[in-house]
């Protein structure tokens, strides 16, 4: 089983900056992918930002540049810099670890979720 523990969240005033940070625990040796999705009340997680290695990554639209994220796989940590906050992107942010099959790995599929940590946006 693998545990994932975020950090960072905070309350920032727009324009302003936050970094978030995760650190994976236990059987991590077939994640594949990290990334961070964000949720406000009766709404569905939404994508922020995945990576493999921390080369191939993909950010969802809403990030536009303002949202970089970073994986030290060594370190198991994924990073979440975010830039030029606005009130519409406070929300719980959660990060998330894919397990996929590999060459040392059984062949299944499986998402991890940490706690969450909040980011509230300040206008």
């Known amino acids: 089983q693998v545990r994932l523990v975020e950090s960072g969240g905070d309350l920032v005033q727009a324009g302003g900056s936050l970094r978030l940070s995760c650190v994976a625990s236990g059987d991590t040796g077939c994640i594949a992918a990290m990334g961070w999705y964000r949720q406000t009340p009766g709404r569905e997680r939404d994508l922020v930002a995945h990576?493999?290695?921390?080369?191939?990554?993909y950010y969802g639209d809403f990030v536009k540049g303002r949202f970089t994220i970073s994986r030290d796989i060594a370190k198991n940590m994924v990073y979440l810099q975010m830039d030029s906050l606005q009130p519409e992107d406070t929300a719980v942010y959660y990060c998330?670890?894919?397990?996929?099959?590999?060459?040392?790995?059984?062949?299944?599929?499986?998402?991890?979720w940490g706690q969450g940590t909040q980011v509230t946006v300040s206008s």
């Open positions: 990576t493999t290695n921390g080369e191939n990554t």
């Open positions: 998330n670890a894919r397990r996929t099959a590999s060459p040392h790995c059984s062949g299944y599929v499986d998402d991890y």
